[in-house]
């Protein structure tokens, strides 16, 4: 059984006029900004998994409408907006993985004087607050075994931060970090683990075309690491490969 069992079922029925039937139950993903780059990959490699996938685009479909598969649904949700994303979860049985993947860069300013403070804390409510948002939205849905995706960074990682600027980016990834373990402990005692994510640096708009990681690659190590995930790793900060990212 493929992907610890995501493709198969949960529960073993018993039918008296046909025997043995197979009661197949599917799991649950919830992604958001899924309509390109990461997102979109990590919606078809969920979906080859056997997953449902609630796949949430902020303006355009983008490359979500080229998908042909009964296990997705499209909803527009932009991560700010607390009416959209209830209105998106309320229409969810329950929900077996949330991955917090929307998030945007900051102004590439190269010196403090161009910091733009109102951009700066659009970039903290989209990359920090916005994933909170939709977890403490999901929180309904999320039940004992679901496994919480925070789609960081290691520009989110203090001990890393050697060539200072992409400020706005950096502060919101560390975060982004420190609410997640602060939810932490809340979320061991319902079951729930939490992976911080390092994808890698991806070629997608945000990565831009010099990053040495494909889409699929990246996504690639993400899944593994979704698969092992177990509520005694819970918190860890790791790279799409695995390896430990130091805070
Ligand atoms: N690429 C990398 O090298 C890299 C490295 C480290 C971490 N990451 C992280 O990985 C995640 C995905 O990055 P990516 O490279 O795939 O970026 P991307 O290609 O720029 O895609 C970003 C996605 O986030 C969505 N988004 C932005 N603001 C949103 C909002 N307010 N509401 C809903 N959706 C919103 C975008 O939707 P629109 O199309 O509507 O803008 C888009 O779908 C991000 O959290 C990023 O910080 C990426």
Same mark, same amino acid.
């Given at each position: 059984?493929?992907?610890?069992?995501?493709?198969?079922?949960?529960?073993?029925?018993?039918?008296?006029?046909?025997?043995? #039937?197979?009661?197949?139950?599917?799991?649950?993903?919830?992604?958001?900004?899924?309509?390109?780059?990461?997102?979109?990959?990590?919606?078809?490699?969920?979906?080859? #998994?056997?997953?449902?996938?609630?796949?949430?685009?902020?303006?355009?479909?983008?490359?979500?409408?080229?998908?042909?598969? %009964?296990?997705?649904?499209?909803?527009?949700?932009?991560?700010?907006?607390?009416?959209?994303?209830?209105?998106?979860?309320?229409?969810?049985?329950?929900?077996?993985?949330?991955?917090?993947?929307?998030?945007?860069?900051?102004?590439?300013?190269?010196?403090?004087?161009?910091?733009?403070?109102?951009?700066?804390?659009?970039?903290?409510?989209?990359?920090?607050?916005?994933?909170?948002?939709?977890?403490?939205?999901?929180?309904?849905?999320?039940?004992?075994?679901?496994?919480?995706?925070?789609?960081?960074?290691?520009?989110?990682?203090?001990?890393?931060?050697?060539?200072?600027? #992409?400020?706005?980016?950096?502060?919101?990834?560390?975060?982004?970090?420190?609410?997640?373990?602060?939810?932490?402990?809340?979320?061991?005692?319902?079951?729930?683990?939490?992976?911080?994510?390092? %994808?890698?640096?991806?070629?997608?708009?945000?990565?831009? %075309?010099?990053?040495?990681? #494909?889409?699929?690659?990246?996504?690639?190590?993400?899944?593994?690491?979704?698969?092992?995930?177990?509520?005694?790793?819970?918190?860890?900060?790791?790279?799409?490969?695995?390896?430990?990212?130091?805070?």
């Amino acid at each position: 059984m493929d992907f610890n069992g995501i493709n198969c079922c949960r529960t073993l029925g018993l039918n008296p006029y046909l025997g043995m #039937s197979l009661v197949v139950v599917m799991k649950n993903a919830l992604v958001t900004g899924a309509n390109r780059g990461i997102g979109l990959e990590l919606t078809k490699q969920l979906l080859d #998994s056997g997953f449902n996938v609630h796949a949430t685009f902020r303006t355009s479909k983008g490359g979500l409408e080229a998908i042909n598969n %009964p296990g997705l649904s499209i909803h527009k949700m932009d991560v700010r907006n607390k009416e959209q994303i209830k209105k998106v979860i309320d229409s969810i049985e329950s929900i077996d993985l949330l991955i917090n993947n929307a998030g945007v860069a900051d102004g590439r300013w190269q010196s403090i004087s161009e910091i733009d403070v109102e951009h700066a804390l659009e970039v903290l409510n989209i990359n920090s607050v916005s994933p909170v948002l939709v977890t403490q939205q999901a929180l309904t849905k999320l039940t004992e075994g679901s496994k919480i995706v925070m789609m960081s960074s290691l520009m989110g990682s203090i001990s890393d931060c050697r060539s200072g600027r #992409s400020y706005a980016y950096r502060a919101s990834k560390t975060a982004l970090n420190m609410f997640s373990i602060a939810m932490k402990n809340e979320l061991d005692t319902l079951g729930i683990s939490l992976l911080i994510m390092h %994808p890698g640096w991806v070629e997608t708009d945000m990565g831009g %075309p010099n990053a040495p990681l #494909s889409t699929t690659e990246s996504v690639r190590g993400i899944m593994e690491r979704i698969e092992e995930q177990n509520l005694s790793m819970s918190g860890r900060y790791v790279e799409f490969d695995g390896s430990t990212i130091e805070w």
